[in-house]
């Protein structure tokens, strides 16, 4: 029973370029969370989605961040642009509803 | 503000006793509440969750403590073990705004052999 996979685990991008990381659920969790985490401090909710459905953007910064979750294939947080301040810990949980989540291992994002 | 937030923000205890991790919250909309460890480097991992219509929940060595008088929440972990050390996370979720999740900023247990 394989948990939450996120990939790659780590990612390093010069200022300006694309980052895309990749989140695929547990088996039969149709709900994933994106949360991006700063150096010792707690994580922060970005957006919600269901299959083809963004359910909740309230946390994604106005620009250059998009997310999807398409019918077939894993979630993807899209990051434009990269600037320094982007570096963090991104973080994918799946859940059955809207109660438990599960989270997968994370990946650190550095930009140089 | 409306917070989840940690009265303290590390915690050592001796290895064999028992640890108590505190969490407060502000909304009183909240009605499902979630603890998590997380390890470095890890993602962190469910420990144990309650709902509002409890004030009390047991797992295997962990008890969590709900009291929405005083908005209050709290983790106890029996025979505390190296294996313990980590940071723990409260996180809330507030029933008006969907299945997003709002992470406290978290209290690091060392366990001291």
Redesign the interface.
Known sequence: NAG?M?NPRHLVRRRGQEARLRCSPMKGHS?V?W?RQLP??????MV?LQKENI??E??MPKERFSAEFPKEGPSILRIQQVVRGDSAAY?CAS?P??????????TRLTVT | GESVGLHLPTLSVQEGDNSIINCAYSNSASDYFIWYKQESGKGPQFIIDIRSNMDKRQGQRVTVLLNKTVKHLSLQIAATQPGDSAVYFCAENRGNQGGKLIFGQGTELSVKP
Do not use: A, T
Not at chain 1, 40 to 45: A, H, R
Not at chain 1, 97 to 106: A, L
């Open positions: 939450v996120q709900h969370y949360y010792e401090e707690g994580l922060k909710f919600y359910i909740d309230s946390g973080f859940s509803g809207w109660n438990e989540q599960y989270f997968g291992p994370g």
